[in-house]
């Protein structure tokens, strides 16, 4: 089943629940009212940080505008840079970039937050953020086994919106709006393109939401999209309590990259509806250290504040973030703002993706170089997407080495060899 129900406009908020099952709490909600009126905007726009380098960048690039304005999300969410024009003033475009996007159309424009675009170098266009941001001709080449749908997304949707591949959990695309839009996403088809095949809107949420009423093995929903989080406050808030009512729903996860490259996004007043919706958690996509902003430590902080659990999901990019001496810096910070390294994933055969992918080996060779040497914690899952809908499918180094007899061989982070008692097992026999 197709997700295209409705074309045309965004989702409004809803004007009221549409049905009485919306579980708030009027304490937690009494609680909003009150730290919303608290703290009033201006002042919690001038207590968010802004890092030296981005101050720099916003006086030079938007000599206009005030702390209070580039700490707001919707300044931020409407001034992106989505234009040629735009992109040629903050960036020096090569030849290449330009030709790009320019001839560039339909979903996945370009689309970079003021604030992401502060984090890129204006001048370097193998800048890794830039590089994950700004498109290059290579899109436009079609490699082998790529597809537009890579994950057979289509094909396991269930109802508008709703991917259901596992037995007990389910993906549900909430929105076609990202903040930013990244080069080798794998919902490419999907984002970044009203008035295109896919659109959402309230009415899709309630046949989405019908269908997880009528499927109680469902107990695990993963909000992504697009990125939920750029939707506003009201309808966050009405969705989540909605999927909260569901009695068999026990668990709701975000997917998310609003809180890197759109911090500002995470307010005292969305921390304080998320909180009324727990277990809540969160997966965030994180993709390079230089992300890892003053800004950054603001929102992951306020995530975590919340008593959120956050868990991090990087795709694997050449030439950008396959290398150990990046990674390894990006888990150990990830770690220090109490994000634990979740994912590290191949990067999906998505049309036009070959300058990003690396082979397999290169994503085990990093979870080599992690695995040991140092904390357990900071070292993710490697895994590949099959293509074709096969789900997520675990890669991991070989510890086991062979069998002596009763004794398993097992190979440790240094290559050296150890002997376990096992007498009875059988792992390792065929090495
Ligand atoms: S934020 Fe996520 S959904 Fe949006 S373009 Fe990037 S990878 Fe795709």
Same mark, same amino acid.
């Given at each position: 089943?197709?997700?295209?129900?409705?074309?045309?406009?965004?989702?409004?908020?809803?004007?009221?629940?549409?049905?009485?099952?919306?579980?708030?709490?009027?304490?937690?909600?009494?609680?909003?009212?009150?730290?919303?009126?608290?703290?009033?905007?201006?002042?919690?726009?001038?207590?968010?940080?802004?890092?030296?380098?981005?101050?720099?960048?916003?006086?030079?690039?938007?000599?206009?505008?005030?702390?209070?304005?580039?700490?707001?999300?919707?300044?931020?969410?409407?001034?992106?840079?989505?234009?040629?024009?735009?992109?040629?003033?903050?960036?020096?475009?090569?030849?290449?970039?330009?030709?790009?996007?320019?001839?560039?159309?339909?979903?996945?424009?370009?689309?970079?937050?003021?604030?992401y675009a502060s984090l890129m170098d204006p001048k370097d266009p193998r800048e890794p953020l830039r590089r994950?941001?700004?498109?290059?001709?290579?899109?436009?080449?079609?490699?082998?086994?790529?597809?537009?749908?890579?994950?057979?997304?289509?094909?396991?949707?269930?109802?508008?919106?709703?991917?259901?591949?596992?037995?007990?959990?389910?993906?549900?695309?909430?929105?076609?709006?990202?903040?930013?839009?990244?080069?080798?996403?794998?919902?490419?088809?999907?984002?970044?393109?009203?008035?295109?095949?896919?659109?959402?809107?309230?009415?899709?949420?309630?046949?989405?939401?019908?269908?997880?009423?009528?499927?109680?093995?469902?107990? !695990?929903?993963?909000?992504?999209?697009?990125?939920?989080?750029t939707l506003g406050d009201d309808k966050l808030d009405w969705l989540l309590g909605r999927l909260r009512a569901?009695?068999?729903?026990?668990?709701?996860?975000?997917?998310?990259?609003?809180?890197?490259?759109?911090?500002?996004?995470?307010?005292?007043?969305?921390?304080?509806?998320?909180?009324?919706?727990?277990?809540?958690?969160?997966? +965030?996509?994180?993709?390079?250290?230089?992300? +890892?902003?003053?800004?950054?430590?603001?929102?992951?902080?306020?995530?975590?504040?919340?008593?959120?659990?956050?868990?991090?999901?990087?795709?694997?990019?050449?030439?950008?973030?396959?290398?150990?001496?990046?990674?390894?810096?990006?888990?150990?910070?990830? +770690?220090?703002?109490?994000?634990?390294?979740?994912?590290?994933?191949?990067?999906?055969?998505?049309r036009g993706s070959a300058h990003f992918r690396t082979p397999v080996e290169k994503g085990l060779e990093i979870?080599?170089?992690?695995?040991?040497?140092?904390?357990?914690?900071?070292?993710?899952?490697?895994?590949?997407?099959?293509?074709?809908?096969?789900?997520?499918?675990?890669?991991?180094?070989?510890?086991?080495?062979?069998?002596?007899?009763?004794?398993?061989?097992?190979?440790?982070?240094?290559? !050296?060899?150890?002997?376990?008692?096992?007498?009875?097992?059988?792992?390792?026999?065929?090495?």
């Open positions: 089943m197709s997700l295209q129900i409705a074309r045309g406009r965004d989702a409004k908020p809803p004007l009221r629940p549409l049905r009485s099952k919306q579980n708030v709490r009027p304490q937690l909600q009494e609680a909003t009212e009150q730290s919303t009126a608290a703290v009033p905007a201006k002042k919690a726009a001038l207590r968010f940080p802004v890092n030296p380098d981005t101050k720099a960048f916003y006086r030079k690039f938007y000599p206009g505008t005030s702390t209070i304005e580039w700490n707001d999300w919707r300044w931020q969410m409407r001034a992106r840079i989505r234009t040629l024009d735009e992109l040629a003033r903050i960036f020096h475009l090569s030849d290449d970039e330009y030709g790009a996007v320019k001839k560039h159309t339909g979903s996945l424009p370009v689309g970079i937050t003021p604030y994950t941001h700004v498109m290059t001709g290579e899109e436009y080449l079609r490699g082998a086994g790529e597809d537009d749908d890579p994950l057979a997304e289509d094909h396991d949707t269930a109802a508008p919106g709703i991917v259901h591949r596992y037995p007990d959990r389910v993906l549900f695309l909430t929105t076609g709006t990202c903040s930013t839009y990244c080069r080798y996403c794998t919902r490419a088809r999907v984002v970044g393109n009203p008035g295109g095949e896919y659109q959402f809107s309230v009415r899709q949420w309630e046949q989405a939401l019908a269908y997880l009423e009528d499927h109680t093995e469902v107990r !695990d929903v993963l909000m992504s999209g697009g990125d939920p989080l569901i009695k068999h729903i026990e668990f709701i996860r975000i997917g998310t990259k609003v809180p890197i490259v759109l911090p500002q996004r995470i307010t005292k007043q969305l921390v304080a509806i998320l909180k009324k919706h727990h277990p809540l958690w969160m997966s +965030l996509h994180f993709t390079h250290p230089h992300e +890892l902003t003053d800004e950054v430590t603001e929102s992951t902080a306020r995530l975590a504040d919340a008593g959120i659990p956050l868990g991090s999901q990087t795709v694997l990019l050449k030439g950008i973030n396959d290398d150990i001496a990046v990674i390894k810096p990006l888990m150990l910070g990830l +770690l220090k703002r109490r994000v634990r390294p979740y994912y590290l994933y191949q990067c999906d055969p998505i979870i080599q170089g992690l695995r040991g040497h140092t904390t357990g914690y900071a070292t993710p899952i490697f895994a590949v997407d099959a293509p074709g809908g096969g789900g997520k499918v675990q890669i991991t180094p070989d510890f086991v080495a062979g069998r002596d007899g009763d004794d398993l061989l097992l190979r440790n982070f240094e290559g !050296d060899v150890y002997r376990y008692p096992d007498p009875g097992g059988t792992l390792g026999r065929d090495k």
